[in-house]
């Protein structure tokens, strides 16, 4: 189904609070006591796909304590950087600050030097798995509830199917249909919904002309 080209994504900070973690909840919480300084495990090595959050939880950690040494999408790193991580990860083993790197792929399956593949594997190791829909609808449902709207299944099913999937384009969405809903009084029906994403819809397409 296509999907509605609204412009309703604007960036936002991403840290530990505003990462929905679904089946990522050990992540979630290593990563967090990684850059507090209380995990005794000196590297963390998360992998995934497109979309699972990693990059979220690196940029997180990062903000949280910035003597991490964070480095993402490692299987296309360049000779240089692969050695600059290879000599970060052997310090951290001797007390250095603490590595925390992401991938696509688990450690052994990286395609880059094996010494630095197999030093990537030597602390915690976790795949980051994609929020399903359920997840993501309850997430919506939060999102809605904290803004005093009741979102129906309905509603956030129609709101998955047409809108990109991504956490922060659903949260900006919200803002516009708690919006359009008080602007209306009226409560956050599909008619609604479909009447409030018309109009931002045809309202972006003016702004760019």
């Known amino acids: ?6 412009g309703i994504s604007p960036a936002r900070e991403q840290d530990f609070a505003n990462f929905v973690p679904g089946p990522n909840r050990e992540a979630l919480a290593r990563v967090r006591a990684l850059a507090a300084q209380t995990l005794e495990e000196r590297i963390v090595y998360l992998w995934g796909t497109r979309g699972c959050g990693r990059s979220h939880l690196l940029a997180a950690a990062a903000r949280a304590n910035p003597q991490l040494v ?26 250095g600050p603490a590595v925390l790197a ?51 299944d309905d509603v956030a099913s129609y709101l998955l199917s047409r809108l990109p999937r991504d956490l922060t384009s ?40």
């Not at 999408?73 to 007390?95: C, K, P, S, T, Y």
């Not at 929020?131 to 939060?142: F, P, Q, V």
């Open 1 to 6: 189904m296509q999907q509605l080209p609204l």
């Open 70 to 95: 964070v480095a993402d999408d490692v299987q296309v790193l360049d000779q240089h950087v692969q050695q600059a991580l290879f000599v970060a990860i052997n310090e951290a083993r001797e007390g």
């Open 102 to 152: 992401a991938g696509d792929a688990p450690p052994a399956q990286l395609g880059m030097r094996p010494d630095l593949a197999s030093r990537l594997a030597w602390g915690l190791v976790y795949q980051l798995v994609p929020l399903t829909d359920a997840d993501k609808t309850e997430h919506l449902k939060a999102l809605a509830t904290a803004r005093g709207l009741l979102l129906s």
């Open 170 to 209: 659903l949260a900006a969405v919200m803002e516009v249909l708690d919006r359009y809903s008080l602007m209306r009084q009226r409560p956050l029906t599909l008619p609604l919904v479909r009447e409030a994403l018309r109009e931002e819809m045809v309202g972006g397409q003016a702004e760019g002309r």
